[in-house]
């Protein structure tokens, strides 16, 4: 079984070298007081939590899975001791607003620990994930009342929050959304309806659960503009805070799936239950999406602890396991065969998910730098341009990170040959659980649509000039390091080219056929995904030469891996950028010409 230890030193390198997270908590309202110091207190702190807490109660939480019994759920034996750790050392509120009993730290600040939940047990890391988003969203959206009723509890972490889109008949497609609404005199509102696939919908951590449900009013219009957002707790909640009587929502079944056992994937009915709008009357899909966002740089999340947890298991067995000699000669002769790790097809895989987790370390962290201008950020111009540049990278990371996530498990498994297809090595159990990140929240296929259909085609590609200006001013720099930074720079830069130029040429096929946008849409992200993670390859690579030419660095080592994990990236996985884009230039009619009943004969 892999024994997970949190990548400190990376992650200390991310935040405090590359992205300057001190300097830009100095630029944030209220936050100049976080200094490195500081960060890596709480990185401490956080490793010890999932390395002795959580990581022990992985596998076993997996074989237990969850129980249904009249309506209630068990959770796998150990995970409510780990819950109150949780809550009693302040993780529920790291993020939340002080006025509701949280820190007030950045939302930057706890991803180190998100990341590292879900390296080590990614099942109970779904619990206290999901709660974030439902705070997130009263804190956005909810009135003054429903703000002090539901915020201090949920941000105690004495309450757990849940987002309820999906019904039988609709997933992505929440314009099918059927769930009623029907106003009450006393201002509530009576839910009716069936919810499925509700990660943690019903458990037995917290005493009340609130439930984020979009419904439709009696006069609403069809279609997402008739959506509304509704407050649904479990417990009905009595004036003086505490829970009172059962609402009227039942667990009718929980999901038996291929993985991520310890987190309950719930069927919840909901008859008559008392609901309190949030936010406007039919504008709930926009509130929602306050915590869809939010949950979407999570599952990008996911793929970054898959690919961590799954190396550092297959790189304790390469280092152990023996097998055949070197090509090139023995490297352990005492022995009767070389450990694995010296073959170049061993090392590809190893590097390959090296290359994954520190680029999508990279990738994800500064995105939630991003974020805290989004949420904190003193202007509005300063938040607006946050949020176009959210807008831009969250379905890239969410669609090619959760992808590449898939990809390093399955190598997990691959390194270890028949050994990593059987349970008790732990490693199948990494890809199972990875395997749904690229569906819930919105499938890779709707993260690609979002991204070219609505973020760069309907933005006339304006944001995207803007980014692509950013990459091309900083392939420009360097001075004396210009030389040896083109390996990098020169095949960056031509991609960067290719994607200015193929995207004006799909917007202006997509006049004359939208199917262009279905076409090209999937190579297109994961075309995108390759160049955005080469950009920060190639930042990390001038950081890591710029180190190894200072005389007094002390961790040589480290940037020397770097550098390495750098070449190698662009040597082995940026090309793949050039084959997706040549397929997202495709001809349309090779996916629509053949006809529906010619697929099966």
Same mark, same amino acid.
């Given at each position: 079984m892999p024994q997970y230890k949190a990548p400190i030193r990376d992650m200390q390198f991310v935040m405090k070298e590359l992205l300057d997270y001190p300097g830009h908590y100095r630029e944030l309202p209220g936050d100049h007081d976080i200094d490195g110091d500081l960060i890596d207190a709480v990185m401490g702190s956080a490793a010890e939590f999932a390395e002795e807490v959580l990581a022990p109660i992985n596998a076993s939480g997996d074989a237990e899975g969850c129980k249904l019994k009249g309506g209630e759920v068990m959770v796998p034996e150990g995970f409510k001791k780990a819950?109150?750790?949780?809550?009693?050392?302040?993780?529920?509120?790291?993020?939340?607003?002080? $006025? &509701?009993?949280?820190?007030?730290l950045p939302a930057s600040l706890s991803l180190p620990h998100a990341e590292m939940n879900g390296s080590a047990n990614w099942s109970w890391s779904m619990y206290?994930?999901?709660?974030?988003?439902?705070?997130?969203?009263?804190?956005?959206?909810?009135?003054?009342?429903?703000?002090?009723?539901?915020?201090?509890?949920l941000v105690e972490g004495r309450w757990s929050g849940t987002m309820c889109l999906t019904e039988s008949h609709c997933g992505s497609d929440l314009s099918q959304v059927q769930a009623r609404a029907v106003p009450q005199d006393d201002g509530s509102y009576k839910i009716t309806g069936s919810k499925i696939f509700i990660s943690c919908g019903e458990h037995d951590?917290? $005493?009340?659960?609130?439930?984020?449900?979009?419904?439709?009013?009696?006069?609403?219009?069809?279609?997402?503009?008739?959506?509304?957002?509704?407050?649904?707790?479990? &417990?009905?909640?009595?004036?003086?805070?505490?829970? =009172? $009587?059962?609402?009227?929502?039942?667990?009718?079944? #929980?999901?038996? *799936?291929? =993985?991520?056992? =310890?987190?309950? @994937?719930? !069927?919840?009915?909901?008859? $008559?239950?008392?609901?309190?709008?949030?936010?406007?009357?039919?504008?709930?899909?926009?509130?929602?999406?306050?915590?869809?966002n939010?949950?979407? #740089?999570?599952?990008?999340?996911? %793929?970054?602890?898959?690919?961590?947890?799954?190396?550092?298991?297959?790189?304790?067995?390469?280092?152990?396991?023996?097998?055949?000699?070197?090509?090139?000669?023995?490297?352990?002769?005492?022995d009767p065969a070389d450990p694995i790790i010296v073959h170049p097809d061993v090392r590809r895989m190893l590097l390959t998910q090296k290359a994954i987790a520190e680029?999508?370390?990279?990738?994800?962290?500064?995105? /939630?730098?991003?974020?805290?201008?989004? @949420?904190?950020?003193?202007?509005?111009?300063?938040?607006? *341009?946050?949020? +176009?540049?959210?807008?831009?990278?969250?379905?890239?990371? +969410?669609g090619f990170l959760t992808e590449m996530g898939c990809e390093a498990a399955d190598l997990g498994i691959q390194v270890f040959g028949g050994h990593g297809y059987i349970r008790e090595m732990g490693m199948e159990q990494i890809y199972r659980d990875v395997r749904i990140s690229t569906i819930y929240e919105g499938?890779?296929?709707?993260?690609?649509?979002?991204?070219?259909?609505?973020?760069?085609?309907?933005?006339r590609a304006k944001e995207l000039d803007d980014f692509l200006g950013e990459i091309k001013t900083f392939c420009n720099g360097f001075g004396r390091f210009r030389g040896r930074m083109k390996?990098?720079?020169?095949?960056?830069?031509?991609?960067?080219?290719?994607?200015?130029?193929?995207? *004006?040429?799909?917007?202006?096929?997509?006049?004359?056929?939208?199917?262009? !946008? %279905?076409?090209?849409?999937?190579?297109?992200?994961?075309?995108? %995904?390759?160049?955005?993670? %080469?950009?920060?390859?190639?930042?990390?690579?001038?950081?890591?030469? +710029?180190?190894?030419?200072?005389?007094?660095?002390?961790?040589? /080592?480290?940037?020397?891996?770097?550098?390495?994990?750098?070449?190698?990236?662009?040597?082995?996985?940026?090309?793949?950028?050039?084959?997706?884009?040549?397929?997202?230039?495709?001809?349309?009619?090779?996916? @629509?010409?053949?006809?529906?009943?010619? &697929?099966?004969?």
């Amino acid at each position: 079984m892999p024994q997970y230890k949190a990548p400190i030193r990376d992650m200390q390198f991310v935040m405090k070298e590359l992205l300057d997270y001190p300097g830009h908590y100095r630029e944030l309202p209220g936050d100049h007081d976080i200094d490195g110091d500081l960060i890596d207190a709480v990185m401490g702190s956080a490793a010890e939590f999932a390395e002795e807490v959580l990581a022990p109660i992985n596998a076993s939480g997996d074989a237990e899975g969850c129980k249904l019994k009249g309506g209630e759920v068990m959770v796998p034996e150990g995970f409510k001791k780990a819950y109150e750790i949780y809550c009693e050392g302040g993780w529920a509120g790291l993020a939340a607003e002080e $006025e &509701f009993g949280g820190q007030g730290l950045p939302a930057s600040l706890s991803l180190p620990h998100a990341e590292m939940n879900g390296s080590a047990n990614w099942s109970w890391s779904m619990y206290p994930g999901l709660t974030h988003g439902a705070t997130a969203t009263l804190e956005a959206h909810g009135t003054d009342e429903q703000k002090a009723a539901y915020l201090p509890p949920l941000v105690e972490g004495r309450w757990s929050g849940t987002m309820c889109l999906t019904e039988s008949h609709c997933g992505s497609d929440l314009s099918q959304v059927q769930a009623r609404a029907v106003p009450q005199d006393d201002g509530s509102y009576k839910i009716t309806g069936s919810k499925i696939f509700i990660s943690c919908g019903e458990h037995d951590l917290t $005493e009340n659960i609130v439930h984020i449900v979009l419904a439709r009013l009696p006069d609403a219009p069809p279609g997402t503009k008739g959506i509304s957002l509704f407050i649904v707790p479990k &417990f009905l909640v009595l004036d003086d805070g505490s829970v =009172g $009587e059962r609402n009227q929502v039942v667990c009718t079944s #929980i999901e038996k *799936k291929m =993985g991520i056992h =310890g987190s309950v @994937t719930a !069927v919840l009915a909901f008859e $008559e239950a008392t609901g309190f709008l949030v936010g406007p009357p039919n504008r709930g899909l926009n509130c929602m999406f306050t915590f869809i966002n939010i949950s979407r #740089i999570g599952n990008a999340v996911q %793929g970054v602890s898959t690919a961590e947890s799954s190396l550092q298991g297959a790189l304790a067995y390469a280092r152990e396991r023996k097998a055949m000699r070197s090509l090139t000669g023995p490297k352990n002769p005492d022995d009767p065969a070389d450990p694995i790790i010296v073959h170049p097809d061993v090392r590809r895989m190893l590097l390959t998910q090296k290359a994954i987790a520190e680029g999508g370390r990279a990738m994800v962290f500064d995105a /939630a730098r991003i974020a805290d201008y989004y @949420t904190r950020g003193e202007t509005e111009e300063a938040r607006k *341009k946050a949020d +176009k540049r959210l807008g831009l990278l969250t379905p890239i990371l +969410k669609g090619f990170l959760t992808e590449m996530g898939c990809e390093a498990a399955d190598l997990g498994i691959q390194v270890f040959g028949g050994h990593g297809y059987i349970r008790e090595m732990g490693m199948e159990q990494i890809y199972r659980d990875v395997r749904i990140s690229t569906i819930y929240e919105g499938t890779t296929g709707i993260q690609s649509l979002d991204l070219l259909g609505r973020k760069i085609m309907l933005d006339r590609a304006k944001e995207l000039d803007d980014f692509l200006g950013e990459i091309k001013t900083f392939c420009n720099g360097f001075g004396r390091f210009r030389g040896r930074m083109k390996v990098f720079t020169k095949p960056l830069r031509k991609m960067v080219r290719n994607w200015d130029w193929s995207t *004006k040429k799909l917007m202006f096929r997509a006049l004359k056929n939208r199917d262009v !946008v %279905g076409s090209a849409a999937y190579d297109y992200l994961m075309f995108t %995904g390759f160049v955005v993670m %080469g950009y920060y390859w190639a930042r990390m690579a001038a950081l890591a030469l +710029k180190r190894l030419e200072d005389e007094t660095c002390e961790d040589k /080592a480290f940037y020397k891996a770097k550098l390495q994990t750098a070449y190698f990236y662009f040597d082995r996985l940026f090309p793949r950028a050039r084959m997706h884009l040549r397929c997202a230039r495709g001809d349309v009619r090779s996916l @629509t010409a053949m006809e529906e009943q010619h &697929f099966h004969f």
